[in-house]
C-alpha cells in the first residue's frame, strides 16, 4: 500500500472511530460543551450528523483525490499552525482534517469558545499512529519558537494584523511564513419560487447556529417582496425554533435596530429574538437577515459590492450567469472538499 492510501485508510478509520455514537471520549466532550453554555446539543449532533454523512459518502477520498494530493504532491514533514474560530461548533475540523491529510506536521490553536469537541477529534488521531506530530492547545504561547512554514487563520479582519505581530513576536512562524487567512462573513441566497422546500432551506440556512457562520444567509435576494411573505416566513421560524430551542438570546443591540427600522418605517419582520429587514446594508447585526427585493442583476451587483465578504451564494438549483452558486439544501451541509474564501486546505 502506497503512502497516501495508508494515509486515507488511517485517517478515515480514525474519524469513523471517533463518530461513533457510543465514543465515550467524544460524549464527555459533548457533555462538557453544553454543561458549559457554549453550544446548544441540538446544533453539536447537527454538525455531527452532517459529519457523518460526509463520511459514509467516502468525501475523504474524493477531496484527496480533487486537491491532487499524491505520494510526490503533500506536506510531509511541514509543520502548519492552525488558529481556529469558536463561533460554531467544530467549526475548525475541516482544516484540521485536510492539514493532516496532507502528511503535515498539525499544531492546532484551538479556541476557548470550542475547546473540547475538536480535541476529542485531535486525541483519536493521535492513537491512530499517524507517522506526524499532531498538536493542540487554547493558548497561543504554547507555540513559541515552532517557526511553522503555514498559518490558516479564521477570524475577523480586523484581527488579522495583531494576530500576524503575535506570530511574529513569538516566533510561532517563519519570518517567510506563507498565511491562509479567512475573514468572509456571510452568504447569499437567491429565490425566486417560494415553494415548501424553499422556506424550510432558507429558514435553516439563516438559523442554524444562530445565524453566526460565514454559510450562514445574511441577505436574501428575492423577486417577491418580504410584506408578501411574512406570515409564512414567521410560522416556518416558529417551527424551526420549536425543533432547535434558542441557545442564546441576543442583546438589546437588535431592539435598537428594530426601533430604528419603524422611525425610518423600513418594511420588517420582527420575531424578539429575530429580525428580518429590508435594506441593502452590510448585515453585521447578529439575529438579523436583511430582504433585497430584486433580480439576478440585483444579486450580481451585491455580490460585487460585498466582494470578500461573501462565502456563497445560494440557490435552490438554477443556474446564475456570472456567478459560481452553490444549493441552498446544502448551506449548514457543505461537503468535506468545500472550499472557505475559494481556496482548498489541501492544495494551499
Not at 447537527?46 to 499524491?70: C, D, K, M, Y
Not at 506536521?105 to 469558545?113: D, E, H, P
Not at 435596530?257 to 441593502?280: C, G, H, M, P
Request: hydrophobic share 40%; net charge negative; aromatic share 8%.
Amino acid at each position: 500500500m502506497n503512502w497516501l492510501d495508508k494515509q486515507i485508510k488511517t485517517i478515515s478509520d480514525a474519524v469513523k472511530a471517533w463518530l461513533y455514537p457510543e465514543n465515550k471520549s467524544l460524549q464527555k466532550a459533548i457533555q462538557k460543551t453544553v454543561e458549559e453554555g457554549l453550544f446548544s446539543s441540538e446544533d453539536i449532533e447537527f454538525q455531527l450528523s452532517v459529519l457523518r454523512e460526509n463520511i459514509q459518502n467516502e468525501e475523504i477520498e474524493t477531496w484527496a483525490t480533487r486537491s491532487g494530493l499524491s505520494d510526490l504532491q503533500n506536506a510531509r514533514g511541514k509543520n502548519v499552525l492552525c488558529l481556529h474560530a469558536g463561533n460554531l461548533p467544530l467549526v475548525g475540523f475541516q482544516t484540521a482534517l485536510g492539514v493532516l491529510l496532507t502528511g503535515a506536521n498539525y499544531f492546532g490553536k484551538l479556541s476557548r469558545k470550542d475547546p473540547y469537541l475538536l480535541a476529542s477529534f485531535l486525541v483519536e488521531l493521535r492513537k491512530a499512529g499517524l507517522n506526524q506530530s499532531i498538536v493542540h492547545d487554547t493558548n497561543l504561547q504554547a507555540f513559541q519558537n515552532l517557526n511553522a512554514e503555514q498559518v490558516v487563520f479564521a477570524g475577523s479582519e480586523s484581527s488579522v494584523p495583531n494576530v500576524k505581530n503575535q506570530i511574529n513576536k513569538l516566533h510561532a512562524g517563519q519570518p517567510d511564513v506563507h498565511y491562509l487567512i479567512r475573514t468572509a462573513k456571510f452568504s447569499i441566497a437567491y429565490i425566486n419560487d417560494w415553494n415548501k422546500e424553499a422556506k424550510k432551506a432558507l429558514v435553516e440556512a439563516m438559523l442554524r447556529y444562530g445565524g453566526k457562520g460565514c454559510r450562514s444567509v445574511g441577505i436574501i435576494v428575492s423577486p417577491i417582496p418580504l410584506e408578501q411573505l411574512k406570515e409564512e416566513l414567521k410560522t416556518e421560524i416558529h417551527a424551526f425554533w420549536n425543533r432547535n430551542p434558542l441557545h442564546q438570546k441576543p442583546g438589546q443591540g437588535l431592539k435598537y435596530q428594530y426601533a430604528y427600522n419603524q422611525s425610518v418605517e423600513r418594511n420588517q419582520l420582527w420575531l424578539k429574538d429575530f429580525l428580518i429587514q429590508e435594506t441593502e446594508e452590510l448585515p453585521d447585526t447578529d439575529f438579523s437577515t436583511h430582504w433585497v427585493q430584486g433580480d439576478e442583476a440585483t444579486l450580481r451587483k451585491l455580490r460585487m459590492n460585498f466582494a470578500g465578504l461573501v462565502q456563497s451564494v445560494y440557490t435552490m438549483g438554477g443556474e446564475i450567469d456570472g456567478l459560481k452558486t452553490e444549493p441552498l439544501t446544502q448551506a449548514q451541509k457543505p461537503p468535506l472538499f468545500w472550499e472557505p474564501d475559494g481556496v482548498d486546505v489541501i492544495e494551499s
